[in-house]
T-cell receptor
Framework: EDQVTQSPEALRLQEGESSSLNCSYT??????LFWYRQDPGKGPEFLFT???AGEEKEKERLKATLTKKESFLHITAPKPEDSATYLC??????????????FGKGTHLIIQP | KAGVTQTPRYLIKTRGQQVTLSCSPI?????VSWYQQTPGQGLQFLFE???????NKGNFPGRFSGRQFSNSRSEMNVSTLELGDSALYLC???????????FGPGTRLTVL
């Protein structure tokens, strides 16, 4: 059974204090790993897709990396508007090309001014 | 390009009733997936439709069903509602084949 574990569950940082969020996964043949950001009462907002170990992607203050067993979301010099829940999800090969993501429980990030 | 839309945004029902939720995908997307989000279980996959066919189903009882129309719009139905069905129901669309899924704002269902 595919599993995704995110840590820490919650993280409180001061504005400008860089840190990393972790996503560990066990899946038979990773098809893709996805990072989303979710604000309270809203749907998840897509951030990154990673497909193979060693891949890295960046967007503003965020950088996502992938190894064979885990992914990291690095946040550099965060601002209060970066406060949100960050979700990691994996997609495994399914018959007939079917889709379906397995999500972790998320990391609730608070950036204090 | 318009994003994924879901209607209604909020819904209050009582136990035993049934409910139908609607999702309109991004133009050109043929895959629609549905998810249930609760504080305790997080985001859980319900089912996925592609070209009007259900291709994949999560571990939910048969009370949860769905369908997709020829224009890729999708509906999800929950029959005989239980208190535990209270959740945020999210729809996501993609081109299919493992492509990135884009989520709608969700429908908040409260069962009393």
């Amino acid at each position: 059974e595919d599993q995704v574990t995110q840590s820490p569950e919650a993280l409180r940082l001061q504005e400008g204090e860089s840190s990393s969020l972790n996503c560990s996964y066990t899946v038979s043949g990773l098809r893709g790993l996805f990072w989303y950001r979710q604000d309270p009462g809203k749907g998840p907002e897509f951030l990154f897709t990673l497909y193979s170990a060693g891949e890295e992607k960046e967007k503003e203050r965020l950088k996502a990396t992938l190894t064979k067993k885990e992914s990291f979301l690095h946040i550099t010099a965060p601002k209060p508007e970066d406060s949100a829940t960050y979700l990691c999800a994996v997609q495994a090969p399914l018959g007939g090309g079917a889709d379906g993501l397995t999500f972790g429980k998320g990391t609730h990030l608070i950036i204090q001014p | 390009k318009a994003g994924v839309t879901q209607t209604p945004r909020y819904l209050i029902k009582t136990r035993g009733q049934q409910v139908t939720l609607s999702c309109s995908p991004i133009s050109g997307h043929r895959s629609v997936s549905w998810y249930q989000q609760t504080p305790g279980q997080g985001l859980q996959f319900l089912f996925e439709y592609f070209s009007e066919t259900q291709r994949n189903k999560g571990n939910f009882p048969g009370r949860f069903s769905g369908r997709q129309f020829s224009n890729s719009r999708s509906e999800m139905n929950v029959s005989t509602l239980e208190l535990g069905d209270s959740a945020l129901y999210l729809c996501a669309s993609s081109m299919g084949g493992g492509d990135t899924q884009y989520f709608g704002p969700g429908t908040r269902l409260t069962v009393l």
